[in-house]
């Protein structure tokens, strides 16, 4: 939503998904409120909102429960409970961190390909594991760098997390970044920054 009309675009999103209309151009977010509740409003639908910051983002593609049909569900997750505070919401759950053995299934699935690791990693694995503090995007980042490494790698890799503290997520993200070369590195940050959304065959043609 952050994007040039992001918002605009994510309600173009949302209608196409729903109606299967394809090329759908709204022109504006009032437009766009305007369409869904016209198109929806007898429809039953299932709506995920995720990583929700901000109440215009709510407000233009859930702003009330009347714009879709009877037993319709909108889930939404955020980091900022108080977003929430001032809709009517049935239900909140707050979402935990995974325990140590769940967490440690996770990273080795990406780092070993199954769910436990390998004895004379089993160490280092737990410790790693300590140090993401259970969140999951951190798990499988870590465990795909570290994939296919020696073990003098693993062992640079924790004491690098060692010296970063458990809240500091994006520190601990950007070990693996740091690691790449810099061209693969401005690849990464174009893909990033630039061709969010677009069909993978173009993008790969561009950076080519």
Do not use: C
């Not at 090329?23 to 909102?49: A, F, P, T, W, Y």
């Not at 997750?77 to 299934?105: F, N, P």
């Not at 790693?128 to 570290?146: K, M, N, Q, T, W």
């Amino acid at each position: 939503s952050g994007q040039l009309n992001g918002l605009v675009q994510l309600q173009e999103q949302l209608l196409f998904e729903l109606l299967g209309i394809m090329n759908l151009k709204i022109g504006s977010v009032d437009r766009g409120i305007n369409l869904m509740k016209e198109r929806l409003h007898s429809k039953k639908v299932l709506i995920v909102l995720d990583d929700v910051d901000q109440l215009s983002q709510l407000n233009t593609l859930a702003g009330n429960r009347d714009w879709f049909g009877p037993g319709s569900r909108i889930i939404i997750t955020t980091r900022d409970e108080h977003l929430l505070k001032g809709l009517k919401v049935d239900e909140r759950y707050m979402a935990e961190e995974l325990d140590h053995e769940e967490s440690l299934q996770l990273f080795s699935w990406h780092a070993f390909g199954k769910t436990n690791p390998l004895e004379n990693y089993a160490d280092l694995a737990n410790g790693i594991v300590s140090y993401a503090s259970g969140l999951p995007l951190a798990l499988e980042v870590l465990g795909s760098y570290l994939s296919a490494r020696n073990i003098v790698e693993w062992k640079s890799a924790f004491d690098k997390l060692l010296q970063i503290p458990h809240e500091k997520i994006q520190e601990k993200l950007r070990i693996s970044f740091d690691a790449l070369d810099d061209n693969i590195k401005d690849i990464f940050l174009d893909i990033a920054f630039f061709f969010i959304g677009m069909d993978r065959g173009y993008v790969i043609t561009i950076l080519n």
